[in-house]
């Protein structure tokens, strides 16, 4: 053979094995899932509606899951309710999970019309009537957004029958609060319509959901009304360690310019209230501003992590960490990659970036799978079973990821699961010379897990709901049996 | 005869030419001058976007400069640029100087066919000197984007000749083709 056959050869083989890689990893319908030390226990289409947040509670005998979801799409604004028959705008799906192999459909609450981000009802979180203060025993709270303009409180105590108990209106927007369950403060992800950004901090005292009281309006510096010059980001969500920990965790940016801001909850409550840049300024302790390419979308804090490394030295030997994690949001990698950062915030004036995480792209070759590929968000239970040892992470195309983060130094990935596509998986477009191009792949959102040790993914693109267990040297880690 | 490099180099030639081709058709050049507009470097350390396009008109009366760049990802896809608070946040204001404020409520604007607002500010440079601003920030679904002009003139003026040049068939096809991400 001449060299320069060899060399036609030699490039045809690599064409056609490379063309031949790029399609064993586009996903296709009827293909198995992908999957390392995880398998499906369950699977819900949730009326195929784009899922935003899941929260799994213990409500009596029964595991209900509450899934948030975003609007509808231009092709289906108000998918059909098949238990009504009727069109109805995305909004809240109660999922009884008590056996996990076979989810029962409960109930489809609507949420605001609108599609996309602009209607549905994307957060959710759950509080017993007899875990708040002055909540009626016998009920049980789920705090949700109504699209951007309101906080709802229902009572779930049937979540097959909610009823409304009160309504904050009148915001430009939302996003992912949080509630204390122990007390009732809440600190809403609101748009006041005054403040210069889209999203800040209302908090309230929810004790009695009944009778919100508002405490206060809070968020960086230069956000306030009347202020000007330049306006910080805007804030995502917070995390509350409430009255023992004393601290909340903001977590400001999507996917550029993130600030871990880590403030004194008691100053917050019961400092000044008037919305000055001193008064906003009085109960922060210390940012960590992280690079333009990232955003802080989960600030998860993990105080007191006993580091193995560091068991023989004198001081040191618990850490206090913080779980960042981005959020993608462009299709096919148009952007910096969005991925898992741990901070170290013992010395919190003083908080440092310690390890990060991916996704190795090559593993899938996510950039050409379509949708985004990237972190979203993490598991957000504190519940023994996984807090401190392992941590579950939604990236996109490449479904959720496994952490063994028990030396949050060196976080390391020891299982994955990636769903298999339906009809119902939705696409996704780039712009390619003016056109859109699309194709379809799942997009894992949100991750959350219940006490029982099961992981709940859900699906941006329309593919419902996947509940997981770990099997294998994934499940050691967390010590099950 | 070897015709082998022959037809490799070619190949490479002619690629290359039609590269250049490509580039010249959407991107303004350098030297290209339309009312008095001359592109100049742009000057800002990197932030979260890639840099844009500057360019610095002396026939606009006062010294007026004007930075241009798509912002690809923007959250508010389905509002767009809703109001003046989205103005203030991602116009570029904060590369010439993190104070400035506002002269006026802002308007309505369509640049290269998409739709936002424009509003015109008072910006203090870090020497002390006061300079007039003018922010721009349009939409296409989830991608903005945003221009800012400052200079000595007035504000009208600025602003009038900042439209003008980003009608310019010129910018008109070199904003289009980094919306489209070429």
Redesign the interface.
Known sequence: MSG?LKFAACFAIYFLAGTGISYAQQQVIGAPPEALNMKLVGTSDLQARSAYQPTIHHQGERWIAYIGHH?GSDEIPAPVNPQTGKAEPNGTSMVDVTDPSQPKYLRHLPGQE?????GGAQMVRICDGKALPKGDRNAVYMLRTFGGEAHEIWNVADPANPVLITRIAGL?DTHKSWWECDTGIAFLVSGAPD????RMTQVYDLADPAHPQKIRDFGLPGQEPGS????PT?LHGPISTGPSGNRVYFGYG????GILQIVDRDKLLNGPKEPTADNLRLPEIARLPMS??NGAHTTFPMPGMPIAEFARDKDGKTRDIVMIVDEA??NEC??PRQMVWFADVTIENRPMMISSYTVPEASGTFCERGGRFGAHSSNESMAPVFYKKMAFIAFFNAGVRALDIRDPYHPREVGYFIPAITAATDKRC?????KDRCKVAIQTNNVETDERGYIYIVDRANTGLHILELTGPARSVAGLP | MRRWPVIVVAAVVLGALSGAAAYQHVAPRQDEREGGWREIAWLFPRDGWPAGKAFRCDACGGDVAIYVRPKMGFCNCDRGVADDDEVDGVADLDLMSEHFAPLAPGEVVRVADMPGRIRAYDLKMSDGSRRAAIGIAVSRRCDLLVAVAHGKGDVPNMRGAALEFLATNEMTGWITAAMDGR
């Open positions: 320069r609007g609108g599609k996309y981000e602009r430009k403040w210069r950004t889209r000007t010059g330049a306006v805007e999507t996917n550029k310019g333009a390419f949001i462009l148009n952007e780039v712009r390619i010379d003016g």
